[in-house]
């Protein structure tokens, strides 16, 4: 939600990515650039691709071809089935673990309680010491308003309540980059408005975010810039209202269509 600075080196740049299953190729040559404290949706129909692009982004799906840049330095590049990027396994891992990502269903840990999902990954993957984890994980988990909860069980939480402390989890680790793949879509409505709220207050801190959502009113208010995504290729990309106030294709403007009402929902949580 900052104002884009077009001098800004792009965080993350994605050129000519492709990905496919077996013979089904599902990204086709995709172009992406997200720059530093820019939040940007991904909007699309189901089946469009999405979640493989967001996957892609950081790793967790091996992109077919293509190439990632991540603030300036090369993160994936194959073309012609050969790797390209060269870089050491610990320097992809130590790039990757700046990247949080927030998923539709929390995946948090069950057999531990709030606070110790929350220090997880610094413990485990950067062997932080408690001490300083522990003070910032409680500093997260009150700024997602979930400080009362630090000692519940994930199984205790309402999913309103785990997602937002997913959210605190992945802040924990530090990131330059938070990924979010329909952090509300396994919500029951009157728990979405929770979420969306805490993913505002980021926003507005400046955190850079790439947002699959289907809460239009979100993308809308709160994105620099909505993508839209139709199977597997970039339909449009610009300001939230060029994208969703007057779609440039008909597809989007179908899609746009189904979705209005979300926009209503948003009205009370700007203030
Ligand atoms: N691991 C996988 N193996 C095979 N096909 C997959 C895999 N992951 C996703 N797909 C297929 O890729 C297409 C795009 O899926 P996805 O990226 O999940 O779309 P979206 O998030 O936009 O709904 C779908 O047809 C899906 O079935
Ligand atoms: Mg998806």
Do not use: W, Y
């Not at 740049?13 to 530093?36: C, M, N, Q, Y």
């Not at 089946?47 to 992109?63: A, D, M, Q």
């Not at 948090?108 to 994980?137: C, I, Q, W, Y």
């Not at 790439?210 to 809460?215: Q, R, Y």
């Amino acid at each position: 939600m900052t104002e884009p600075n077009p001098a800004a080196t792009p965080l993350v740049e994605i050129a000519g990515l492709r990905k496919s299953f077996g013979p089904v190729e599902i990204l086709k040559g995709i172009d992406l650039t997200v720059r530093r404290g820019e939040v940007v949706a991904l909007v699309g129909s189901s089946g469009s691709g999405k979640t493989t692009l967001l996957r892609c982004v950081n790793l967790l799906e091996t992109p077919s071809s293509g190439r990632i840049t991540v603030e300036g330095k090369p993160f994936f590049e194959r073309s012609g089935g050969e790797d390209r990027a060269g870089l050491p396994r610990k320097a992809i891992n130590a790039m990757r673990s700046r990247i949080g990502m927030v998923f539709q269903h929390f995946n948090l840990f069950p057999h531990m309680s709030v606070l110790g999902n929350v220090m997880e990954g610094p413990r485990t993957v950067k062997g932080e010491a408690d001490a300083s984890n522990r003070a910032r994980a409680m500093d997260l988990l009150a700024k997602v308003g979930m400080a009362g909860f630090a000692d519940r069980r994930p199984d205790q939480l309402s999913g309103g309540q785990k997602q937002r402390v997913s959210i605190a989890r992945a802040l924990n680790m530090q990131p330059m980059l938070m990924l979010f793949d329909e952090p509300t879509s396994a919500l029951d409505p009157e728990l979405v408005g929770e979420v969306l709220k805490t993913m505002i207050a980021l926003a507005r801190e400046g955190t850079t975010m790439l947002v699959v959502t289907h809460e239009l009113g979100f993308a809308l208010e709160v994105a620099d810039r909505v993508v839209f995504l139709d199977a597997g290729t970039i339909a449009a990309d610009g300001p939230p209202r060029e994208v969703l106030i007057h779609p440039p294709t008909e597809r989007i403007r179908a899609f746009v269509n189904r979705f209005h009402e979300t926009a209503e929902l948003m009205k009370p949580l700007m203030g």
